[in-house]
């Protein structure tokens, strides 16, 4: 191919900074100590007379490519769009959200005891309060199964897991917390996901990480109706302790389809996890390299007793 790209970054967590990158990187760049921004389209880079489509993968950060080689680059190699994820906090749970591609990238929260309460709503709501000045989001509340049959309005932050509150409960349907899922998916074997972290939290505290990935345009059917892309990916992670004090850990990668096996064939480690959709992404830092290897050879049984209520 030949030819570079110059990559521009910047959050909070990461300076501003400037580097050029041959354009065969581009594609795993966050491999090379830049991490990536959008995951929600293909990023069109000009350099030259050459163009090429390079998915990317998100991690959070702000990004523009442009064309190096100073002022006698090609103007079609100006920066292409510079996106923002921003951090929507609910209080009970987080969203790692893109403001340009009008989705929740990741989830995070902890679970104690249940004690909540709290009536479903099932009122799907648009205008996020926790959404900032100018960020975007989806164009309708309404039904994704209206436009294209088989697909659900799917939570990433469950309901049933915020019933602490009516607050907390109505949070849930904001559409920021809301992406296209199939039905089978969603209530399947995703239903199972929480229903083990909904049970486990009864034994020890609960700590939920997940998020979507975007690799694949094919599926994409509600970007004229929603604004929105279709995930092509939901992964979840599960931190807990066992009876003597241990970290215990569990993690499910899962493509968005019907033709599913049982959940167990989607178990992962978070190393193998971290491998696949980004470590910036997962983001468990404090975890150690023996625990982030481990891998459970069946998804943990539902405690005897549970109720799911």
Not at 67 to 78: E, L, N, T
Not at 116 to 138: E, K, Y
Not at 195 to 205: G, S
Request: glycine share 10%; proline share 5%.
């Amino acid at each position: 191919m030949g030819g570079e790209a110059r990559i521009l970054t910047s959050n909070g967590a990461h300076p501003a900074g400037v580097a050029c990158m041959p354009l065969e990187f581009l594609a795993e760049i966050h491999q090379q100590g830049v991490e990536v921004m959008s995951v929600s389209r293909y990023l069109t880079i000009g350099v030259a007379s050459l163009r090429r489509q390079v998915p990317v993968w998100s991690m959070g950060v702000v990004l523009a490519l442009t064309g190096c080689g100073g002022s006698g680059a090609d103007p079609a190699a100006a920066p292409v769009e510079l996106a923002t994820v921003v951090t929507l906090d609910h209080g009970g749970f987080r969203l790692r959200y893109d403001c340009a591609a009008n989705t929740t990238l990741r989830f995070e929260y902890l679970l104690g005891t249940d004690t909540g309460q709290a009536a479903r709503t099932d009122l799907f709501t648009l205008n996020d309060p926790a959404l900032p000045a100018g960020c975007g989001q989806q164009l309708s509340a309404g039904s994704y199964w209206s436009v294209q049959p088989g697909w659900d309005r799917g939570h990433l932050v469950t309901a049933n897991h915020m019933d602490a509150t009516d607050e907390l409960m109505a949070a849930t349907f904001h559409m920021t917390n809301i992406v296209p899922q199939r039905s089978l998916l969603n209530q399947g074997i995703w239903q199972q996901t929480e229903e083990i972290a909904e049970c486990h939290r009864d034994l020890a505290p609960v700590q939920v990480v997940g998020g979507v990935v975007y690799d694949d345009v094919a599926n994409d059917h509600f970007v004229a109706s929603h604004g929105i892309r279709t995930p092509d990916w939901f992964w979840k992670v599960l931190v807990t302790t066992d009876a003597a004090g241990a970290v215990q850990v569990i993690a499910w990668l899962i493509p968005n389809r019907d033709d599913l096996a049982g959940l167990d064939a989607y178990l992962v480690s978070v190393a193998e996890l971290e491998a696949r959709v980004g470590a910036g992404q997962v983001d468990l830092p404090g975890m150690s390299a023996a625990v982030k290897s481990g891998r459970p050879a069946v998804s943990w049984p539902l405690p005897t007793g549970c109720g799911l209520g």
